[in-house]
């Protein structure tokens, strides 16, 4: 009788610690699998944004050079930029044309660049609340931007074309072509005081983004 009861209270406890047991290892299991679920869903660290772009580089513009022009050129009432150009041409040939007796400005005929400022203010005809103007699909922020040079043109007796130059603000770079451009002596000084031709924005890049702008340009003069 003694043994029986010690059998059954035997197989009490044993049942007893079988149930604890598994109970201790479905505890262990949840919080291990709580952690690898809290630690899975934690966020990326938020990387910080440039507030400032670096200039491209103009490989094609080490030429020997002396400035050949300087000028400005207007925009429109839709598209209100302002630009002091600084053209840039090959020192060599500017010196044979004054050797000659010539004015280069006029008869120069070789590599041109540009490097200046561009000042661009806010257009009535904006949308979305943009501060600046709409050109295709680039909102071009209102301020003042350096022009940079990306590709040398080629000038000959007045007529040239910038293929492509950038303008920096901040975190905003804007790449332009110029074409059909021509210099202009309004008052027939012998010094080109403006530039006229066909300004097309070409994409914008803000912090590292880029945008087709798929605009036809303005013609300014």
């Known amino acids: 009788m003694v043994n029986l009861k010690i059998s059954k209270w035997t197989k009490f406890f044993s049942h007893k610690f079988k149930v604890v047991t598994l109970l201790g290892l479905s505890i262990g299991l949840f919080i291990g699998c709580q952690k690898s679920n809290t630690n899975s869903t934690v966020a990326a660290p938020i990387l910080p944004i440039n507030s400032l772009v670096t200039a491209g580089n103009c490989v094609q513009c080490n030429f020997a050079q002396v400035q050949l022009v300087q000028a400005t050129s207007q925009g429109t009432n839709s598209f209100p930029v302002t630009i002091n150009w600084q053209l840039i041409g090959e020192q060599v040939k500017i010196q044979q044309i004054l050797a000659m007796g010539w004015n280069p400005q006029k008869t120069y005929s070789g590599l041109v660049y540009a490097r200046g400022a561009m000042t661009i203010s ?38 040239f074309e910038l293929p ?9 770079r804007i790449i332009f072509q110029l074409g059909n451009a021509i210099i202009e002596d309004p008052n027939g000084d012998g010094q080109v005081d403006r530039i006229a031709g066909m300004l097309v924005p070409v994409q914008m890049i803000y912090n590292g983004a880029t945008v087709a702008c798929g605009d036809i340009g303005v013609y300014i003069q």
């Open 122 to 159: 806010s257009s009535q005809a904006s949308y979305y609340n943009v501060n600046g103007i709409l050109a295709g699909q680039c909102q071009i922020p209102a301020g003042q931007y350096t022009i940079n040079p990306l590709q040398p043109g080629n000038m000959s007796y007045g007529s």
């Open 164 to 172: 492509q130059f950038e303008a920096i603000q901040g975190a905003v």
